[in-house]
């Protein structure tokens, strides 16, 4: 299967900082990368949709401004928390998309701890 | 909106036992239901896929059905072993915007007991 990435995978910062974790995809291009937020025992919530050479797709409730995604290459896509809060302190995760005719799957980053203090 | 909804207390059973999980879905039914495991701390892992059209899909030890009556897909693990303990996560593939996205439950944790 396809291996993803993802840099760092603990951040502790201060409230007011801006952080920015790298999600990379290692041995296929990806030309679409979801990014996903979870709390402590609660599901995985679709954040945006990242897609190459465009701008992202974010989801209800969750504010572009607040969280940069750039996906400049088809290996690299990252989010950037702006002026982080303790509230933000969450699990990240990235995932991408393989698509064909039969079969969908995603294959997920191992996750980047945010740790606001 | 879809809702999704599992098990939120976690399953204690016995090493060799069959486990069982439940994952029930609102609204219309996906063309895909996907299941996952998660363990602790890091991002889930692909276990099954299963179409609208398939009642049941086989992989080694794991077995899922999907019941669009019902609105419900069941995970078994048959012959259950202790490194089988982690979260299961239930997921429909839904097309919106011009591309899939997923939508998880909350997930189901597992323990499995020597």
């Known amino acids: 299967g396809a291996v993803v990435s993802q840099h760092p995978s603990r951040v502790i910062c201060k409230s007011g900082t801006s952080v920015k974790i790298e999600c990379r995809s290692l041995d296929f291009q990806a030309t679409t990368m979801f990014w996903y937020r979870q709390f402590p025992k609660q599901s995985l919530m679709l954040m945006a949709t990242s897609n190459e050479g465009s701008k992202a797709t974010y989801e209800q409730g969750v504010e572009k401004d607040k969280f940069l995604i750039n996906h400049a290459s088809l290996t690299l896509s990252t989010l950037t928390v702006t002026s982080a809060h303790p509230e933000d302190s969450s699990f990240y995760i990235c995932?991408?998309?393989?698509?064909?005719?039969?079969?969908?799957?995603?294959?997920f980053g191992p996750g980047t701890r945010l740790t606001v203090l | 909106s879809q809702k999704i909804e599992q098990n939120s207390e976690a399953l204690n059973i016995q090493e060799g036992k069959t486990a069982t999980l439940t994952c029930n879905y609102t609204?219309?039914?996906?063309?895909?239901l996907q299941w996952y495991r998660q363990d602790p701390g890091r991002g889930p892992v692909f276990l099954l896929l299963i179409r609208e059209n398939e009642k049941e899909k086989r992989k080694e030890r794991l077995k899922v059905t999907f019941d669009t009556t019902l609105k419900q897909s069941l995970f078994h693990i048959t012959a259950s072993q202790p490194a089988d303990s982690a979260t299961y996560l239930c997921a429909l593939l839904m097309f919106s915007g011009g591309y899939n996205k997923l939508i998880f439950g909350a997930g189901t944790r597992l323990a499995v007991h020597p």
């Open positions: 609204n219309y039914s996906p063309a895909y």
């Open positions: 995932s991408t998309l393989i698509a064909d005719s039969s079969y969908n799957e995603q294959f």
